[in-house]
Nanobody, 124 residues
Framework: QVQLVESGGGLVQAGGSLRLSCAAS????????MGWFRQAPGKEREFVAA????????VYGDSVQGRLTISRDNAKNTVYLQMNSLKPEDTALYYC?????????????????WGQGTQVTVSS
């Protein structure tokens, strides 16, 4: 089992940047595919990005392609989400996610491990 703790959220103006971090503890971090989801008020949880166990492969949701970058540091047991050119519609609770299988599902119902979330608010 793995425990996930997010940090780095906050209030930022449109066009600004934030970097989210997710620290993992428990079983070997490099054994997990890692990712980020987000959930805005009144909306379903949405896939944002995922990275393979080594970090060599990354995938992104259509709404964030080109603006957000996922990365991981296996030596620090941490996955990051660099968020640039933020828009008000990026406002949401951002969740770190993990799966020990070969891939991270884009369906949140199929994701086994979650952090508690960190709030990102983008003002216009």
């Amino acid at each position: 089992q793995v425990q996930l703790v997010e940090s780095g959220g906050g209030l930022v103006q449109a066009g600004g940047s934030l970097r989210l971090s997710c620290a993992a503890s428990g079983r070997t971090f490099s054994g997990y595919v890692m990712g980020w989801f987000r959930q805005a008020p009144g909306k379903e949880r949405e896939f944002v990005a995922a990275t393979s166990r080594s970090g060599g492969v990354t995938v992104y949701g259509d709404s964030v392609q080109g603006r957000l970058t996922i990365s991981r540091d296996n030596a620090k047991n941490t996955v990051y989400l660099q968020m640039n050119s933020l828009k008000p519609e990026d406002t949401a609770l951002y969740y770190c996610a993990a799966d020990a299988s070969a891939r991270l599902s884009r369906n949140p119902d199929n994701v086994p491990y979650w952090g508690q979330g960190t709030q990102v608010t983008v003002s216009s």
